[in-house]
């Protein structure tokens, strides 16, 4: 006689499997045996981006890599070090994403206190409001 082994839906054991419920052990199946509820199937992966994000995202990179070595330089009237980061003026949403009108190459330092001191990176033209229309 074959003896298949199988893992035991409730304890996860790997064991012969109990033949009044081919889902579960003889010891589960005696501790559960009223209240038996078949396990539920795993529920689907949600994908964590979708795939036109992903398209956008790689449009993206290529613009982005393009303007950084174009603008080795920061933007910032007040800074000459090299740039590292890529500010987005008037944000990301939608088409600003790679709208090469509304960036900034800034270094690390200038980015951090645009987006600290907004209003003052206003004034000084490093960032503008998403509500003014073009």
């Known amino acids: 006689m074959i ?17 009044a419920n081919p889902k579960a052990c003889k010891d ?16 689907k992966k949600i994908k964590s981006i979708s795939n ?3 398209k956008d ?3 993206y990179r290529y613009v982005r890599d393009n303007y950084l070595g174009e603008h ?10 090299p740039s ?9 949403v939608g088409g600003l994403l790679t709208d090469v009108r509304y960036f900034k190459a800034l270094c690390r330092k200038c980015h951090r206190w ?4 907004p209003t003052d990176a206003k004034s000084m033209g490093l960032s503008f409001s ?3 229309i073009d």
């Open 28 to 43: 589960c199946w005696a501790k559960h045996k009223g209240s038996y509820v078949a396990p539920s199937k795993p529920s």
């Open 114 to 117: 645009v987006e600290e001191n």
């Open 57 to 59: 995202l790689s449009e």
């Open 72 to 81: 080795k330089v920061c933007e910032n009237p007040n800074c000459s070090n």
């Open 3 to 19: 003896v298949r082994k199988k893992i035991c839906s409730f304890c996860g054991d790997l064991v012969v499997l109990w033949k």
């Open 84 to 92: 590292e980061d890529l500010h987005h003026a008037k944000g990301r």
């Open 52 to 54: 036109n994000r992903l």
């Open 130 to 132: 998403r509500l003014d």
